[in-house]
């Protein structure tokens, strides 16, 4: 319409030239405009993707992944035992640990890989004391991450203990600030004396024993931390 308008009253030259002016004018505003409506197309998609990318990691941790997820105290350490319903071989577990359930620490890091028949532990050596709080996350390749619930675990200081006279004749005298189980064996294994001793200061007769070298065994029963220590025993 543009175009003929400006046909009226002139000739077949200026017509041609006219137009193929108005041609290259108004196809690259054409491609200018195709270029803006790309380019709001693309943001529009990127301030969208934040919000889909969350709704997707949510429905994704609400999923039952992990079968389940233990942590048990065993001889004043942490054993962290968990299995997993679908995991790739390169994916990563990465455990972390928290003494107030609310900042974690990463404590390892896992290959997936490595679980035998989809059960994974690991051991932790140095728990400290009071509430201590586990969890573990998976991450992969794709980016995307699922975090187990949080697991914690009481774990008790180590009971002080003593004993003495060391070597002994008869009475042994033990002190603990936790109740213990006392064993005592010698070199092959072979249990000569056992009895359970309330925390403070103990006496325990141990005339029944022969002389010669034993191992004393005390195993913290708030604990279950086993300490073992050289006891002899004269006439």
């Known amino acids: 319409m543009y175009c003929y308008e400006k046909w009226i ?57 992990f079968s389940f997820f233990t942590v048990m105290a065993q001889n004043g350490h942490a054993v962290l035992r968990w299995s997993v319903s679908s995991v790739k071989p390169e994916d990563f577990f990465i455990v972390e640990k928290s003494s107030d359930a609310l900042h974690f ?7 997936a890989s490595l679980g035998m028949d989809s059960v994974f532990s690991l051991e932790d050596n140095s728990v400290g004391a009071g509430t201590v709080s586990y969890r573990i996350r998976i991450t992969g390749k794709d980016g995307k991450e699922l975090c187990s619930k949080t697991v914690n675990m009481n774990s008790a200081t180590a009971a002080d203990f ?7 004749d008869k009475l042994l005298i033990i002190r603990s600030s936790h109740p213990l189980t006392i064993q005592v064996t010698d070199a092959n294994g072979m249990v000569w004396f ?13 005339s029944v024993l022969q ?14 931390t086993v300490i073992s220590e050289q006891l002899v025993k004269n006439n």
């Open 211 to 224: 002389k010669g070298n034993y191992i004393l065994k005390a195993t913290d029963k708030a604990t279950n």
């Open 105 to 111: 620490n990463m404590l390892s890091a896992m290959d």
């Open 9 to 65: 009253g002139v000739g077949m030259g200026e017509r041609h030239g006219f137009c193929s002016q108005v041609i290259h004018i108004y196809y690259p505003m054409k491609e200018l405009q195709l270029w803006l409506a790309s380019a709001l197309f693309c943001c529009a998609l990127m301030a969208q993707s934040p919000d889909e990318s969350l709704v997707s990691a949510v429905q994704a941790e609400s999923n039952p992944v």
């Open 162 to 168: 003593k004993f003495y006279p060391n070597p002994v």
């Open 194 to 206: 056992g009895q359970d001793v309330e925390a403070g200061m103990q006496i325990v007769n141990v």
